[in-house]
């Protein structure tokens, strides 16, 4: 697909992309200061920071999405200004972002005729898309509808997408926080290949340990500033942390000797057709969450996560009122209010607009969920200095940081809204959590804050339910761990025995003990 | 070069103030050309359209008379509005409740019932529109119609009723055949405030209590606070707890109901009998209003005073300058135009973007 000559050049003395002293000032913030970064042909360069360390802004402007405030950008040795991303492709710079640009009532090779200039005809599009499916292995059925795929190949449809450009430099955003564990390992074989065939290749991650397994080189941000380009391979995990956070991360702990006797939310029989017609069904979902433990459920998104979230926060009512039980009550055909009056507290996935109204001021996001029993409320009128006193509460039990005592919700960074949001239903003390992401998108300090703070309510004696894509976060925090999938629930198995493969194998649809026993067996002999 | 518009951090509360003001100023500059190609002189035609008024006590109680239904349609106009309901039928129901307001005037002409006539007239009013507007917003929560249509083809079967009861059942014997009911009886009308010097009467104290009250809903209340949050975010409404039927229910029969009070006090008061002429627009001008407002009862109450100007310095303008009245209406149609483009700098930004490098002066 392309000249491999570069993969023959083992001096590797040329980089392809330069970055040099770049700098992207917005106002008063600097998001980007005095950034250096060279990328080389067959090379995987991690770029690794938490939240906010501005590893966007900075790939951005390598992309040509924005233009940096001071230095400069340079494509084999030439100074370049890129005006915008059609200029970045036009040089060979491909990209696969986060948050994927697909339409979803067309097709894939619709979807990737759109991204394609206007040159081609779409029968010879969709026959290089099945080409260069083929040839990458990564299988994709040109005239599906994307609605009908799962997370990790619409991912195929961006990689593809990009690749049908033939980039020398491809840049994926986060590209495993949405894979199993088992697709995530398709798409390390893709990226080794890729590099082979004398690529560079820009690989944004948070995940050290993935880092540690694929990249030749890193370099981590911190505040806006480089602050190392080192071998991960030569780091350790907790090495790259440190330069990550700048310091220590607390260490999560959970309390030992915990009580887990009174179920204290119980969902029986649970089954539910979608109200949306891209959404998934729930078949006959059962689980028990006992007072004490933080039970998980992990699975690929859309898997029927959200729709169980809804079911459980009475969004949606259950066709029976015993098919969810809190505290011993079926509530199945209750509102949110009045669950939440039951000593139930949830928090969806989606901080801003679900979570929270972004244009309203936190003291009105605490309104919004505290207007059932917080005392917010007299006789149908708004106590404010109540609801203002919840938000310095939560402010300062979980290290908010806002510009001002009441700002907007949609000012706050994304780690301290999600600290605000999960604090705010925390402080109310309630007997029974369900909690969807805690911590996605969320730097690695506030995510500290946010798991203990879930051990802690669980160490309290309540029942917590968390949702999560993170495997590596529900072993942090869980005692037991269901997976979703298709809408069905497998039994929780005890976080000792839910080992990574174990969980993915599920994650991936398959379902009985036998199969997983045999595949276990598989690699032992492998191995 | 170029011009972007970049979404700003937080919500300008300066821009959220001086908006409408930067609006009115660029109407009234666009207006003034205007006038200079009609080939009159622009500082005059202003004068006669936005002072002469206020010149004269009179034409400034024409301007509060005129407000009254404004403001008190516009407020009740805005709670849906904000709540992403769209109400386009405010006209109907302020026809809707002038007619059952009058139905007791008409049924009492000529008896002496007591002093509980006129009050009940007003309830009644203020009921059938609320009732009226209870259409719209059960076809939109039990069979999911577009209650912008519903509100909005009601308008013209009220427009129809009205016309049957006048020439029909509710005619003047006496009134030489004329489309129009007995001039209500004393203890039916609502009589002027100051007698002699103009017209201004009790509704618009009515309005004005109107307008404080709604103030306090929207600000204080948790009604009011479902009402804001269902407009700023679904999803988190839904997620509050709050029910998003009830409160189309709700906002329909509140802003219905004081469209139908306004309709029954303008019936009362300054017409004094019911005819087909009752309808002249209020419940679609009061739409203007309520964005002019900034959909908040305090600023809706200078909108409908600002917009009632326009009307009285309208009909000046028509007798002196001899204008078109239509001139009235392409200034409330530019105006709403300029509201919404400076509404979007709240939110927004313009920027200059240089694409090209600034060149770097050399110092000797």
């Known amino acids: 697909m392309l000249d491999p000559s570069p993969a023959s050049d083992p001096l590797r003395s040329a980089p392809l992309l330069s970055a040099v002293s770049i700098s992207k000032r917005y106002g008063d913030f600097l998001a980007n200061d005095g950034i250096d970064l060279d990328l080389f042909p067959a090379e995987i360069h991690a770029l690794l920071g938490e939240n906010g360390a501005g590893k966007s802004t900075l790939v951005k402007v390598m992309y040509g999405l924005i233009q940096p405030s001071g230095g400069e950008l340079r494509w084999m040795g030439q100074k370049v200004v890129l005006s915008g991303p059609s200029e970045a492709r036009n040089l060979g710079i491909g990209m696969v972002f986060q948050h994927f640009t697909l339409f979803e009532n067309l097709n894939v090779a619709e979807n990737v005729a759109l991204g394609l200039p206007p040159t081609e005809s779409f029968a010879a599009i969709s026959e290089r898309l099945r080409e260069t499916a083929r040839v990458y292995g990564l299988p994709l059925d040109p005239k599906r509808e994307v609605w009908r795929l799962s997370v990790g190949e619409r991912q195929r449809i961006e990689i593809v997408r990009a690749l049908m450009q033939n980039p020398k430099l491809l840049i994926l955003d986060e590209p495993t926080s949405v894979l199993t564990p088992q697709e995530a390992d398709l798409l390390f074989v893709v990226l080794e290949r890729l590099k082979a065939e004398g690529r560079a290749i820009l690989y944004i991650s948070h995940k050290l340990e993935e880092v540690k397994r694929l990249c030749d080189t890193a370099t981590i941000l911190r505040g806006g500033k480089k602050v190392a380009t080192c071998n991960p391979r030569q780091e350790t995990a907790a090495s790259l942390a440190r330069m990550m956070v700048g310091g220590e991360i607390g260490e999560v702990k959970a309390a030992s000797g915990r009580d887990t006797l009174v179920p204290r939310l119980v969902i029986k029989n649970l089954s539910l057709e979608p109200d949306d017609p891209h959404g998934t069904r729930l078949e006959d979902v059962s689980l028990e969450v006992r007072g004490g433990e933080i039970v998980g459920i992990a699975g690929v998104a859309g898997n029927g996560q959200d729709e169980l979230f809804a079911a459980l926060s009475g969004e949606r009512l259950a066709p029976g009122e015993g098919a969810i039980v809190i505290e011993g009550e079926g509530v199945g055909l209750l509102d949110v209010t009045q669950r939440r009056r039951m000593g139930a507290a949830f928090v969806p996935e989606e901080r801003l607009g679900h979570g929270t109204a972004p244009r309203m001021k936190l003291s009105e996001n605490a309104l919004l969920t505290g207007h059932a029993a917080s005392g917010m409320v007299k006789k149908g009128f708004i106590d404010k200095p109540a609801t203002l006193a919840h938000v310095d509460r939560t402010t300062k039990s979980f290290d908010v940081r806002k510009a001002k005592r009441d700002p907007e919700a949609v000012s706050l960074s994304g780690g301290n809204l999600q600290k605000f949001v999960v604090g705010r239903e925390i402080l109310r003390e309630p007997r029974v959590l369900v909690v969807s992401q805690p911590t996605w998108g969320v730097d690695a300090g506030a995510a500290a804050t946010i798991r203990q703070a879930l051990l802690d309510l669980a160490a309290r004696g309540a029942a917590v339910l968390v949702i999560s894509q993170d495997l590596d976060e529900l072993a942090e925090v869980a005692d037991r761990i269901a997976v979703m999938f298709h809408g069905q629930l497998s039994a929780p198995l005890k976080a000792a025995e839910a080992t990574r493969e174990r969980l993915g194998l599920l994650m991936g649809g398959a379902n009985t003990e036998r199969e997983s026993t045999e595949t276990e067996t598989k690699h032992a002999v492998g191995a | ?364």
């Not at chain 2, 005059?44 to 109680?61: C, G, K, R």
């Not at chain 2, 309520?290 to 305090?298: D, E, H, K, T």
Request: charged share 10%.
């Open chain 2, 1 to 364: 070069m170029q011009l972007v518009l970049e979404k700003r951090a937080e919500r300008s509360t300066l821009i959220a103030v001086t908006s409408p003001l930067i609006a009115v100023a660029l109407t009234l500059i666009t207006f003034a050309i205007l006038f200079a190609i009609m080939g009159k002189n622009p500082i005059e035609a202003l004068y006669v359209y936005f002072i002469e008024p206020l010149t004269d006590p009179f034409t400034l109680q024409e301007i509060a008379v005129k407000a009254t239904p404004l403001v008190m349609i516009a407020v009740g106009l805005a709670l849906c509005y904000i709540a992403n309901i769209w109400n386009i039928g405010a006209e109907g129901q302020f026809i809707v409740g002038a007619v059952c307001g009058s139905w007791l005037a008409v049924r009492t002409n000529g008896t002496d019932v007591g002093p509980w006539l006129l009050p009940v007239m007003l309830l009644l009013g203020a009921i059938g529109g609320a009732l009226y507007g209870l259409i719209p917003a059960i076809c939109r929560v039990y069979f999911g119609a577009s209650e912008i249509l519903t509100s909005l083809m009601l308008v013209y079967i009220a427009n129809l009723g009205l016309d049957y009861m006048v020439r029909g059942p509710w005619r003047d014997p006496q009134g030489l055949n004329f489309p129009t009911t007995a001039a209500f009886d004393p203890a039916a009308s609502i009589g002027t405030l100051f007698e002699g010097t103009g017209r201004l009467h009790a509704g618009s104290i009515i309005a004005l209590f109107v307008v404080m009250l709604i103030a306090v809903l929207l600000g204080r209340t948790l009604m009011g606070f479902q009402i804001r949050l269902v407009g700023a975010a679904p999803r988190a409404a839904r997620f509050s707890g709050f029910n998003a039927d009830r409160l189309v229910l709700f906002s329909f029969a509140v802003s219905g109901a004081l469209a139908g009070l306004a309709g029954i006090i303008e019936v009362a008061g300054p017409i004094g009998h019911l005819d087909p002429g009752v309808p002249s627009g209020y419940g679609f001008t009061a739409i203007i209003v309520a964005f002019l407002g900034r959909l908040n009862p305090i600023g809706i109450l200078i909108a409908g005073l600002f917009l009632a100007l326009t009307f009285i310095g309208g009909e000046g303008a028509q007798i002196s300058l001899k204008v078109p009245l239509d001139l009235t209406k392409v200034f409330q149609g530019i105006l709403l135009f300029y509201v919404l483009a400076c509404d979007s700098m709240i939110v927004y930004r313009i920027r200059l973007l240089r694409t090209q490098k600034r060149v770097v002066p050399v110092h000797a």
